[in-house]
């Protein structure tokens, strides 16, 4: 048998690169392969793309308050979770509300986020943070789907709006975007912060005594009753309408939320926070919120820390949900950038009649 010539050689092991190249591409496109693992620094890039870069503030939520209170637990939770704050307890509560999106100075009057973000700390010294939203789901199950959104959605330098045809490319590839959006576009929206629920929308687990764990999701209801903010006159309200009207009632009287915790049931998915429980599953109070103090950011605890949400005590781990590692890595990537700048100060101030000029 003759051997193939120095440049026959190379053909082939072209051919066989270029073969090998298309395989794992068309695996990939199959789900064959793990997908591209995106890193923190990589998502934090696309916030900053889409939102613009404000120093001195987060790359998301980057609008938001700081408040002190309280959470007393009431021992209905204990027989779930071995985390001493389902004990008849009270520990001190650090945290902040916040309006989704990268902009600092961006008007209350849109269809954002609304936000609940606490650090809980028990008597052992152990904390429990979380980062909450006002929806019970979220608009993305994977952290390249949110890229690709970031993307997608990105606002043109010209018209100040997205690409029709990129945004209908996206949705077509992410209907579970598409019904988030359209549900959050009908939904009623509360008035106030005070009377909103918020969501830990990622499923976690909770581990009792005896080793026994359970898959849940949590909720804080308020007090508070809601009241529907009509969505045709947002536009018009004040640009700080939501935090100052928060800022008022804490002035007043301490509001109240109860922490609610729903148990899934086998076949509930805990990977995927577009998807929904079904409605009949057990929820159990367990105990009670008290914010009563609101402090401008430069002067509360809040803005030097992360509220991540895998800093849990013993007793609360996480579920299989793949935002929740994503969440880790992009929160203290955040923090690494914001920390090393010297920023405008915040849009808000602790007494709605000091507030500062916004820029
Ligand atoms: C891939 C998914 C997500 C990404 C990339 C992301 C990104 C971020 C970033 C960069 C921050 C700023 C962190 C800081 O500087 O301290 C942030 C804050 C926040 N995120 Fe997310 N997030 C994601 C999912 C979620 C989900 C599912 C929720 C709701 C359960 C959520 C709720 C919040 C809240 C409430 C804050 C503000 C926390 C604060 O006040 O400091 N995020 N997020």
């Not at 943070?129 to 330098?157: G, S």
């Not at 809601?226 to 301490?254: C, M, Q, S, W, Y």
Request: include cysteine; aromatic fraction near 10%.
């Amino acid at each position: 048998m003759t051997r193939p010539t120095l440049p026959v050689a190379f053909s082939l092991l072209a051919i066989a690169g270029i073969l090998v190249v298309l395989s794992a591409a068309f695996a990939m496109a199959a789900g064959w392969l793990p997908p591209y693992r995106l890193g923190p620094g990589a998502i934090i890039d696309a916030l900053e793309a889409h939102d613009g870069r404000h120093p001195g503030f987060r790359r998301a939520h980057a609008k938001g308050l700081c408040i002190e209170g309280s959470f007393a637990g009431n021992g209905n939770g204990a027989f779930l979770s071995k985390a001493g704050i389902f004990a008849k307890s009270d520990s001190p509560v650090i945290g902040r509300f916040s309006t989704g999106g990268g902009q600092p100075y961006a008007p209350d009057g849109r269809l954002a986020f609304r936000s609940l973000a606490l650090s809980l700390t028990q008597a052992n010294g152990e904390q429990w943070r979380m980062a909450l939203d006002d929806t019970p789901t979220f608009l993305v199950a994977t952290p390249q789907a949110f890229v690709d959104f970031l993307r997608a959605t990105m606002p043109d330098q010209g018209t100040g709006k997205p690409d029709p045809a990129e945004v209908d490319a996206y949705m077509t590839r992410h209907p579970e975007t598409r019904a988030f959006l359209r549900w959050q576009q009908d939904a009623p929206l509360s008035t106030s912060f005070a009377n909103e629920t918020f969501y830990s929308i990622n499923a976690f687990r909770f581990i009792d005594d005896t080793g026994k764990t359970w898959m849940v999701r949590w909720s804080f209801e308020p007090e508070t009753p809601f009241e529907a903010i009509d969505k045709a006159t947002l536009g018009a309200k004040p640009a700080n309408f939501l935090f100052d009207d928060v800022i008022a009632r804490l002035g007043h009287n301490p509001l109240r939320w109860h922490l609610i915790v729903t148990v899934a049931e086998p076949g509930d998915p805990t990977d995927d926070a577009t998807k929904v429980w079904p409605a009949n599953r057990s929820r159990i109070d367990v105990g009670t919120l008290v914010i009563d103090r609101a402090l401008a950011e430069e002067n509360g605890d809040c803005r030097n820390i992360t509220f991540d949400p895998l800093i849990l005590p013993s007793g609360i781990a996480p579920s299989d949900d793949p935002l929740l590692p994503a969440r880790t890595g992009v929160y203290a990537s955040s923090l690494a950038r914001r920390d090393g700048e010297h920023g405008k100060p915040s849009a808000l101030a602790d007494d709605p009649q000091a507030r500062r000029t916004q820029p």
